[in-house]
Antibody, heavy 116, light 108 residues
């Protein structure tokens, strides 16, 4: 059974870079033609799609975040990653990695707090 | 960007009752690529419905989706205690993919 697990920095200082990785287990990130997304949810708020990436490295980002987002894929380690630069308190959220089919498999989520 | 507006914001019902949730799009959803998710406190969302009316794997048949174009509905035929949660609609027909703001189904 496919499982996703987020990891990374839980506390980031304002203006710094948020970095998260999603480890995929129970299946290959390269199989099935799927793309892989990051989605976030600020405390008490709704869901915001950040962007997606294919195993080939082709990516698409939400225009609202595009200037600050970079996604990458590491096929050898079956994982993909998110970097978000110049963070502010508004980027405080639970970050989920998800398989797009549409969003049928979710990680448990990881809380990232932006604070000095 | 397609804006999805869900109504009502909160639905207060009793177990066994029928729940009807609405999702209206600011423009037509291409391919009717509209999905519904359920989220309980402290948990990741769970896919219920995709392509407007297809149930995801393992989803009970009391959940059904309908609609096309700009108007979509999620119906829970008879609420079970575990169904009280927040429900989100989401479109993936046009980038950027967007979510509605959610409908909370609470126990009356």
């Amino acid at each position: 059974q496919l499982q996703l697990q987020e990891s990374g920095s839980g506390l980031v200082k304002p203006s710094q870079t948020l970095s998260l990785t999603c480890a995929v287990s129970g299946g290959s990130i390269s199989s099935g033609g799927y793309s892989w997304s990051w989605i976030r949810q600020a405390p008490g708020k709704g869901l915001e799609w950040i962007g997606y990436i294919y195993h080939s490295g082709t990516s698409y980002y939400n225009p609202s975040l595009k200037s600050r987002v970079t996604m990458s894929v590491d096929r050898s380690n079956n994982q993909f990653s998110l970097k978000l630069t110049s963070v502010t308190a508004a980027d405080t959220a639970v970050y989920y990695c998800v398989r797009n089919n549409p969003f049928d498999v979710w990680g448990q989520g990881t809380m990232v707090t932006v604070s000095s | 960007e397609i804006v999805l507006t869900q109504s009502p914001g909160t639905l207060s019902l009793s177990p066994g009752e029928r729940a009807t949730l609405s999702c209206r799009a600011s423009q037509s959803v291409r391919g009717n690529y509209l999905a519904w998710y359920q989220q309980k406190p402290g948990q990741a969302p769970r896919l219920l419905i995709y392509s407007a009316s297809s149930r995801a794997t393992g989803i009970p048949d009391r959940f059904s989706g309908s609609g096309s174009g700009t108007d979509f509905t999620l119906t829970i035929s008879r609420l079970e205690p575990e169904d009280f949660a927040v429900y989100y609609c989401q479109q993936h027909g046009s980038s950027p993919w967007t979510f509605g703001q959610g409908t909370k189904v609470e126990i009356k």
